[in-house]
């Protein structure tokens, strides 16, 4: 399970149909731009995964203040480019919704499993 804490307070990340969908509309390439940026971890990506993740909690946080929560991890040190990768893998390509066509793009394209495993361990 994919957490982010945001004030002090950890947060589960999961996807919603709400979410997606505002994930969809966030990249002009929809799903398969989300996928390709989930799995190379894309720093510009981050926030709008993080907030489609923290959607579910009914929380209503801003952008600004997920941007400030990453910043503030950031600067502590406690997030790194490779809990980047984690984390949206875990909430985008592992979730019940992108993974059979993640699974799709895998078993045409084998190496990015071995390319996922390496980078992900």
Known sequence: ???????????ELKLTFESVKRLNKAFDGGSLEIIGLAMAGDLDAFPSVLHAGLLHTGEKFTQKK??????????????SFDDIQKIMNEVVTNS???RPTVQKLIAKNPEIQTALDNLLG
């Open 66 to 79: 997920i941007n400030e929560a990453i910043e503030q991890a950031f600067e502590k040190e406690e997030l």
């Open 96 to 98: 019940f919704f992108y």
């Open 1 to 11: 399970m994919a957490t982010f804490t945001i004030d002090e307070q950890e947060y």
